[in-house]
């Protein structure tokens, strides 16, 4: 192929961007070039300080993909951003299912958020060891899935690939740099709640803070070669990966 | 007419191969460190190399920053170093092309010309000077020459514009006179330098020529508060001794100031003026290159002003007699709302960095699906300020 494919990103944070562009970097076999940019909703300093996470965070992905869909009158799948992009990448967190609208200071779009709560069918006392098997991630991801397409009225675009970690993309961060931790063997991180602080407890040479300075220095550059630890431990990214690169076959041919 | 059509650029800096078709008014955004400012350079060697020697000098009097091979030649990761940087322009008839390298270490003060091309597109056929020596790996390159021997519009038109090319950067100290310009060219100097000089012989030019006379009535559809303009020797109005470096000096006349306390100078005025100025010198005094690029152009411009500016500039070079070619860097986004894209003589350019550093430039066409979205009252800039049209940090 001779184009530069171009990648669209709209996705929770800035360190997201950095994470999804490394995963991207790997997905991509080095005989391709592309280009990532990310997608991010109109906002002001001055509203954002009035309501904290306007630009930024779950409520950011879903003010851009209205705002989106108003440009297109009501048509995403036919917005011009969206039909010069080879792929369009949507990444949201599977533990925004807990949120209200009104956590993101957003009106009440639908009554799909909080999505129902999806418990653990197991005893406490026997979630010591997860069975490999076990489809509550799934389960998860599919009920915020549900809630984008619903705020598209499932109006997508083909090219479109879902970037749903369980339960955040800090677990992702985790699973490629701590592939021996006991939580992994156990088959439970993509069950723990906020996983950020998983990568906050470790030692401080190793700490990884959720930071743009932490992840440029820290991850950039490395986490694309880690990428094969993630797979094989979190059932969503082996499914992003299955998915991006469906995808990139239909782009390719 | 024959306007620059097509520029390529290979292997230079970090263009590794780039194809751009332009129009009159190119408009280019992108990230920093995108890649804007190398093609803006790197037809700058293109125009020294047409002028026969590339070295620092030849580079610096374009407004390029002279660099050593090592800068200059792409250099990515994982790829070998090319042996040469290599430009291409054609025009409809004709097209040149030149190959150029120099040593490492120690770099030659002139690079040498490996290959250089000037043909018809038609035919192929070189345009090739009488005499019949090997210009190849010669420190010189005989473009001019040639053109002129064949004595035809296309290649000698095509030449003259690559020739005439510099990147103009102003800035407000130098535009109000106040700073010398380190690159003086007649009319205007790389940093604005000249302006009141250039301003006093638009306006003398004016009175023979009506689109010259357009344009500088255009300017007060822009300023709204100067209600005439003109320049006058420093002697003859009030502004402390040390502010000008020029003997001339602009001088408007406020609307609502009381007569006799109406008059400011260059030294006083809104910076808007300046940049107004500078910009209709450069697109209609009778002496300003054909072909050249500006980079800050709408530096100090109120958002409106820029929209309607860039409206304006837009209709002066869609009317210019000589088709005057502009290639213009901005980071503001309400430059792309006053770009009537639908006319093909006015183009918008992304440019973007790839996954392996690659500079890649991509022109926005006006789609059926962009007006449509035009008519529904949404803009270029959100467009390009959320990130839908690329050209995006990630920040």
Known sequence: ?253 | MYGIKEIIIESFKSLESVTVELGLLNIFIGANGSGKSNFLEGVGVLSAAVDGRVNDQTLLMRGVRPGTPQLYKSSFKNTDTPSCIAFTAKNTKTQYHVELDNADDPPKPNWLFLQEQLCSIANNKEYQTQEKRNHIKSDRGFAVLRAEESNKKPPLQLIRRLQDYRIYTPTTPVLRSMSTDTQPHRPLGLSGGRLPEAVHELLLYQDSDSYARQITSDFFSLISWADEYSTVSVSKIPIPTFASVSPRILKFQDHFMANERNVVSGYDASEGAMYVLFLAVLVAHPDSPTFCAIENADYGLNPRLVKKLFQQISQWVIDSPVQKQLLITTHNPIVLDGLPIQNDKIRLFVVNRTSKGKTAIKRILPTEEIIDMGKKGHTLSELWVMGLLGGVPDV
């Open chain 1, 1 to 253: 192929m001779s184009e530069t494919l171009e990648i669209g990103i709209i996705a929770e944070g800035p360190t997201d961007i950095l994470v999804i562009k490394e995963i991207v970097e790997n997905l991509i076999s080095d005989q391709y070039e592309f280009t990532c940019t990310s997608i991010q909703p109109k906002c002001s300093a001055v509203f954002e300080q009035l309501n904290t996470e306007l630009g930024t965070g779950w409520s950011g992905v879903c003010r851009c993909l209205l705002e989106m869909k108003k440009q297109s009158n009501g048509k995403f799948d036919q917005h011009i951003g969206i039909k010069r992009l080879n792929l369009l990448i949507i990444h949201l967190d599977v533990d925004v299912t807990r949120q209200s609208y009104k956590d993101g200071h957003l009106r009440n779009i639908d009554n799909n958020l909080p999505c129902p709560s999806i418990q653990c069918p197991l005893p406490l006392r026997q979630r010591n060891q997860c069975p490999s098997d076990c489809d509550i991630p799934r389960q998860r991801a599919n009920a915020i899935r549900q809630v984008v397409l619903n705020w598209l009225d499932n109006c997508t675009p083909q090219n479109l690939v879902f970037c749903t970690p369980s339960q955040a993309m800090d677990a992702w961060v985790f699973a490629a740099f701590f592939p021996d931790d006991i939580r992994i063997r156990q088959n439970k991180l993509e069950c723990v709640e906020r996983p950020e602080r998983l990568l906050k407890s470790k030692p401080k040479q190793k700490r990884i803070e959720k930071t743009v300075t932490d992840y440029r220095k820290k991850i950039v550059g490395s986490y694309c070669n880690l990428w094969s630890n993630v797979r094989q431990n979190c059932s969503e990214a082996e499914r992003f990966s299955q998915e991006f690169l469906k995808v990139l076959n239909t782009v390719e041919t």
